[in-house]
């Protein structure tokens, strides 16, 4: 036993050094850095200028990709609420730490002075549930989840999957973005959106509808000063971040569109990706996780090469 | 057998109503809000000044616990040199969107310009494990962890614990503070100090010294614009944010010492609030997710009752 032990060990040696000689100079590890300057242009997908909403500050500008997979109705409702200047000169009115970033009218529950919708809904019924387009593999990620039976991606969003039921939802990870609600599930709609700003609020999953994320700017969102009053809104409408437009990028001038690719999250160097994420071969660790949780893995963004 | 039933199901509406009846006015629904307002004095703890670090800036105040059973030298090192007014000047030189907040003297790797350090020590090997000390019982939450065998709570700190070999480590939470390094372990020791500001990055946990969090004024770090060079760096000298002072609270003139206590977390108050927090029943929520995230429970401080 002892001296198989110890054939095998050797045999381990050799081949380690095998390798090395066969390569001359050793391979670096592989890392999230490495995997992302081997890709090829076909990892990389542009969103539809059609499904991106670009909010204008004066902070900067917000991009936000919306998925009508998730909530077809929500996605389409704030389309129009976007095409008919809805949301412009709209505040920003709440900030609760490590949660949430909110705007809409702060009016909206006075009839005689909540901002006017033409062809838009000011309700419509939650979409908390969908299920996978035909053709569509989902493809689970290796550890599991504390919360769902089954976690991957769509296209870059977080999403669960009930294998029984085949039903999807998706995962409130930071930058997701939302519709907020009163009490009942059919008092949103898409006059007041949110997105995740801190640890994962997984208790919201399946309790509202969740149809985009944030994929550039939302560093301006975070760093936004927080609200003293509860739940974080501002205190005082002085304090109320005044949004200057927010616009389907569809709708801009071609030079004035955001020009960003996205990850994709179906190939295989999306998988050695997220292999590089869970076991952290960089020289600065010492002992790899050997796990990750899907909302510890942000979907990486470029500006596309020329 | 389905007779049985029937009669089993009619024991329980009788029962229920007898409540009802019994009550009067039906209880509500079990929230962490009414836990904390059911809970007693003795629910709660105040912090020890001796362990309690005040970083004050133009921003306000931040208050930090530190742990000296998470890492002992380590915690007495930070103390020794914010006693000998090591951070007083000091920038914080770092905000990562989504990862960390850290301060540190950016001439440190030039000794001609280096800020003296002159009794505490400005290396030591990283603290990356603990046992629990004599007496203390290790109450893991139930829905148990995707990166450690169980995880729980030691006053306030999240922790995960190796039932086999009992060791126990920090967790890498939002508002953790820890003391950073560079590639070699033994290459921190407290000189350059961070603080989580995002989505718990557990692949850091055993991997860098944890050795306390901030239990107020986490709004202002959070709130800091982030750094544009890489890591979330400062691009310039300008943009550093001085801190004033760091200080130990025990070393303040009482009346201008934190005045907060913090939710014990060994209590069956502390086990309701976390069932509270796994299913939540405020009218707000249509489902309850059944499990908590141990990051996800953010340990609640109070202005002690006059």
Same mark, same amino acid.
């Given at each position: ?114 901002? #006017? ?107 936004? #000063? ?31 569109? #955001? ?45 596309? #090469?020329?």
């Amino acid at each position: 036993m002892r001296r198989q032990e110890c054939t095998l060990i050797a045999g381990l040696f050799l081949a380690l050094r095998f390798t090395a000689h066969a390569a001359e100079i050793p391979e670096p590890p592989t890392t999230a850095a490495s995997v992302l300057a081997q890709s090829t242009a076909s990892d990389w997908r542009r969103p539809d200028p059609e499904n991106l909403l670009c909010l204008d500050f004066d902070r900067g500008r917000v991009v936000m990709e919306l998925d009508p997979r998730l909530a077809p109705r929500h996605v389409a409702n704030v389309k129009a609420l976007v095409r008919e200047g809805y949301f412009n000169g709209i505040p920003i009115v709440r900030v609760q730490d490590n949660y949430v970033v909110q705007w809409g009218d702060p009016d909206a529950a006075d009839p005689a002075k909540a901002r #006017p919708i033409s062809r838009a809904q000011r309700q419509l019924p939650a979409e908390l549930e969908f299920g996978l387009p035909e053709g569509v593999r989902f493809s689970p990620l290796p550890d599991g989840d504390l919360y769902a039976p089954e976690v991957g991606f769509l296209d870059g969003i977080p999403i669960a999957r009930d294998p029984g039921s085949g039903l999807c939802w998706p995962i409130h990870s930071y930058g997701m973005l939302g519709a907020g609600r009163d009490d009942a599930l059919d008092s949103g709609g898409g006059t007041e959106l949110y997105v995740v700003n801190g640890q994962a609020p997984r208790h919201l999953d399946r309790n509202v509808t969740l149809f985009g994320r944030v994929i550039q700017g939302m560093e301006l969102l975070s760093a936004l #000063p927080r609200g003293t009053a509860p739940m974080g809104f501002y205190a005082t409408p002085a304090e109320r971040i005044p949004i200057r437009s927010l616009r389907v990028a569809a709708d801009l001038p071609e030079p004035e569109r #955001p020009r960003l690719e996205i990850l994709r999250t179906d190939t295989a160097t999306f998988r050695r990706w997220v292999e590089a994420r869970r076991n952290r071969r960089e020289p600065w660790f010492h002992r790899a996780a050997g796990k990750i949780d899907i909302s510890n893995l942000p979907i990486p963004i470029r500006t596309p #090469p020329p």
